[in-house]
C-alpha cells in the first residue's frame, strides 16, 4: 500500500508507531503536541477550491499569530479563557493552536446552540473575550480575520532551549468543549494535553486492529471536514486522530448535497466522519435514485443487497462480488476513493447501515461522549456486527462496566473535569453515561437512553423540561401547553413539538395589521421563538393538536402517554390557515419555485403548498436547505440567507424575496 509522508519510514505502521513512542517520552504537553503534528512540514494540511496548504505553512501562520495574540490580551494573565466562535476552517486550526500557544485556554463555542446558552457559558468559565469569524458577543469580540501573523522566520521552533522553558509555562492547561445540550446550565469538559495523548494513542490501536481505518488511496489519506470541530466527535475522531499524523483535511464549501458528493470525488476523499442523518439522508437518495430507473432495476438491487450481506462473512467472494455488482451505485454516490466511513452521535438504522456496507463501503458505528471524548468504534470486518450496530469494544485506555443494563466508563482519556453550575468537578473512577448497552462477546451495542432526554438525528441532547419552559418564555406564548416527545422513527426518535392550540384561537379569523389569524399569529410566534432558541434545525416536526394535553385528571404532563395517543393518531391535528389560505400567484416564479422544492424534498409538486413550510411541514433537513438554497442561487443570482433566524421557508418565502418584498 502505497503512503506519502511517513518521515524516514517505509510505511505508515512504523511511522505512527515513531510518532506514538516520542510522544509518550515527551512531556506530553500542548507545546510537543503541537510540534509532533506540524512536523512534516511539506504534507498537505489542507485542501480547498481556491489552494493546497502545507503543515509547514500552516506552522509559520500559527507562530506569527501567537504574539499577535499575546499582544492583544496582554492585560490579562495566562490560562484565561478565550471563546473561539468560528466555523470549520484552516484559520479556525490555526487560531485554536495560537490561543493555546499564547498561553490561553479555548473554550470551543458550538454554533448550534443559542446566544443566551453561549453567553451563559462564557459567563460560567469568566471568559475575557471571544475571537470569532463574524458573530458579535456581549464582551471583547475579535474578528478573526482582523488577527493579523506577526512575521516569523521559517526556521523558527517552539523547540529552541530558552523558547521551550518561556512556552511550557506559558501554553494553556486545558481545551474545553461544550456538551451539545440545550440546558442554560451546559456542561463544559476541559481535556488537558494528558488527555489528547491517550486519545491519540487509542487511535494506534485502532489501526493496529483494523486496517481499512488506515488504508490511503493513491498514496493519500483526506478527512472530510463534515463535522464540525468545536463538537468533540468532530475535534478528536476527526481533526486530532488524523492532524497528529499529517494526514489532510478537505474543505466542504457548502452542505448542500451536490458539493457533498462534488467535494468527495474531486479531491478524492478517503475518509467521512458523520451524524446518523447525513447517513439516512444518502439512504433515501440513493434509494430514490435506484427506484426512478424502473421495478426491474429496483428489484434487481434489492435481489443483489441479499447476496452481498449474506457473502459478508465471507471476505474475498464477498468482496469481488460487491466491487463488481455495485460500481455504478457507488460512483453515483462517493466514488471510489472512499476507504472508510464512520457514523456517531446518536442511533442509526440497521437498514442504512446494511446499505452502505452492502454496495462496497466500510461503514462503521462508534460511540463517545462530551465528558469522555470518543471510546469505542466498531472495528470488526463482520458484516453482522456492522450492520447490526455494534460500537465496538473500549479503546485501550478505557473501560466499560454495565450495570443494572446501563453502561458506565472510565479512564485516562476522559475530561479531566467537568464546569456545572458553577462547579468543578474532578475525573473520577465510573462516569454514567445514561445510555443502556449489552455486551454480546466482547462487542457493545447501545440499546436506547435511561432518562428522558430526547437525541435528534444530529445527535444533539434535547431535554424536554428545559425546552418546553424555554419556549413558553416566548411573548404571547406563556400560557400554551407544550410537550417535547420522541417517536420513533427506524432506529433513531424524531422529536416532536406538541402544542395546544384553544378552540377560541382555532374560531378567530379576523387578521391582524400583519394578514394573519389567531391562529397564524400563533404559529408565526412558535416559529419565531425556536428560532431564537436555535431549534428549529434540531425539532423540525410541530404538531398543533385541538385535544388538551393535559387531561381533566392530570396534573402534569405525562410524555409517555402523549407519545403513545401520537403514534395512534388519537389527537386532532390543526393547521394553520386552514381556513383562509393565501392564494398563491399564478406566475412562472412560483411554478419554477414549487418543483425545486419538490425536488429538494424528493415529492411531486401536488404535494408542495405554497405556504408549506419546508422543516416542520414538510420534514426537510439542513441538508435539504443548502441544496435548495444552492439551486436558487445559481438559477435566480441572488444569495439565500443561511443563518438560522433567517432561514426562507416556503414557496412564498422565496418568491416574495426573489421578486424584491423579502431582499
Known sequence: MKVNHTGRFNNIDAFVADKIRRFKDSDKSFTSMFEMMFSEKDAVIYESEEKNTTYGEAYRITLGLVPSIEGILEEYKHDNVVGLYMDNSLLWIEMFWAILLAGYRPLLLNRRLSMSVLESALDEMGAICVISDGKQFQRRTYLAANISPA?????????DKDRDKEKEKKTGSEILVMSSGTSDNIKICGYGAEEFYYQINDSYQIIKKCSKMKKHYEGELKQLTFLPFYHVFGLIAVYIWFAFFSRSF???????PATITGTIKNHKVTHIFAVPMFWEKVYEQALQVIKARGEETYSKFVKGLKISLKLGNIPLLGRLFRKIAFREVRENLFGESICFMISGGSDISGEVLSFFNGIGYHLANGYGMTEIGITSVELSNNCRKLCAGYVGSPFSSLEYKIEGGELFVKGQSMARRIY????????????????????????????????????????????????EKQVKEGE??????????????????????MIYVEPEVLMANDQNDSGKTAFEELDARVHSRMRELSLELLIRKIVYVKNPLIEENDFKLKRASITQKYINGMYKIAIPGEEERVQAPEDELQHELTALF???????????????????????????????????????????????ERLLRTVRDFHEFITGSGK
Open 151 to 159: 512575521g516569523v522566520e521559517s526556521s523558527a521552533s517552539l523547540q
Open 250 to 256: 478537505v474543505e466542504l464549501p457548502d452542505m448542500s
Open 420 to 467: 456545572e453550575n458553577n462547579s468543578v468537578k474532578q475525573r473520577g473512577e465510573w462516569l454514567s453515561t445514561h445510555d443502556l448497552a449489552e455486551c454480546v462477546k466482547g462487542h457493545y451495542k447501545i440499546l436506547g437512553r435511561k432518562d428522558d432526554l430526547v437525541i435528534s438525528a444530529s445527535g444533539e441532547n434535547l431535554n424536554p423540561v428545559i425546552i
Open 476 to 497: 404571547g406564548l406563556e400560557k400554551l401547553q407544550v410537550a417535547l416527545i420522541g417517536v420513533p422513527k427506524g432506529a433513531a426518535k424524531e422529536p416532536v413539538l
Open 598 to 644: 419538490a425536488d429538494a424534498l424528493g415529492k411531486s409538486t401536488e404535494e408542495i403548498g405554497y405556504q408549506m413550510d419546508f422543516f416542520t411541514d414538510a420534514e426537510g433537513t439542513s441538508l435539504d436547505y443548502f441544496g435548495l438554497g444552492v439551486e436558487i442561487q445559481e438559477k435566480y443570482e441572488v444569495e439565500i440567507p443561511t443563518e438560522e
